[in-house]
């Protein structure tokens, strides 16, 4: 038997055992995952040419994923893609069924699938004001997939320089559609404003704005982003210190603990260095420290076309994917 076949039977076995997405009993963090990145790419063309500009994911890497742990994937798409007319306007097909296509293989093996559109808060380039179209596209969106707990609605990827009760009033409308078209049972993840930083949280007015989300079915996971380099930014291998992930996800925590809210990283990465590697130990392990806030954490990234970037977690040449997760998995399970 192939070894990523072994994976993946194994995978399959701990699933047939316990219910969906809790298949291991000593899992301190509920979630641990993985961004799938490439169907947003080349943002510059619309609709863009599948295979040319943007990629879909390869399903075979999601067994790899299952098989060291995971149980979240963020997958990566882009609005304008989806519904190319306006928001309220009809699916692509093609798009929409690939984008099926992998919340199906996904969530069959028990694994979540976060459905997450990378527009910033914007469509075809400009900040989306008409809070009404945004609601019915999530509503649209949901009633796809109202059927399975273990898809996750990400409300968009970081909203940024936005006015920040449009920020609020976009997320709001995100949670009205989708609970309008019947998805109960599922997650939904708000983001803020400033690209939804952890260490910003709290000094951005993210926190003091939208801790008055509402949602009847209280399902509410405040997605949070964290890089480890000096702006925050995610674009160094350098990372400030040992103890710098700790350090930005203290506000946060804090601020979830005192609002008795739960968050997700839902993008975080370091360089293949000692000093990161050991700041991604540090704050993974104060995550599972404060689990009853945090339901953990997601890196940033994997897809096809990531080649020899410095944070690629595709199986299996990505440096990772090598060097880095063999590292830090024992802090998820
Ligand atoms: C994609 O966009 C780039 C940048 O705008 C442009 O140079 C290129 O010609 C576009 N490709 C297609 C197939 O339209
Ligand atoms: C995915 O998109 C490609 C390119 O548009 C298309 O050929 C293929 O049929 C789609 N797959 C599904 C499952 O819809
Ligand atoms: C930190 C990081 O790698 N961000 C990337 C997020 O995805 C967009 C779109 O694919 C990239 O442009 C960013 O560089």
Redesign the pocket.
Known sequence: MLLKNLFAAAALAATALAAPGEKRQNRKLKWFGINESGAEFGEKNFTGV?GKEFI?YDLKTIDQFIGQGMNMFRINFLMERLTPNKLTGPFDP??L??LT?QINYITSKGAYAMVQPHNYGRFYGNIITDVAGFKTWWQNVAALYKDNALVVFDTNNEYHDMDQQLVFNLNQAAIDGVRAAGAKKQYITPEGNSWTGAWTWVSSGNGASLVNLKDPENKLVYQMHQYLDSDGSGTHEECVSATIFRERLQAATKWLKDNKKQGVIGEFAGGNNAQCISALKDGLKYLGENADVWFGAIWWAAGPWWGDYMYNMEPTNGVAWKSILPQIKSYFV
Do not use: A, E, T
């Open positions: 599948y879909w093609l798009y069924g690939n296509q």
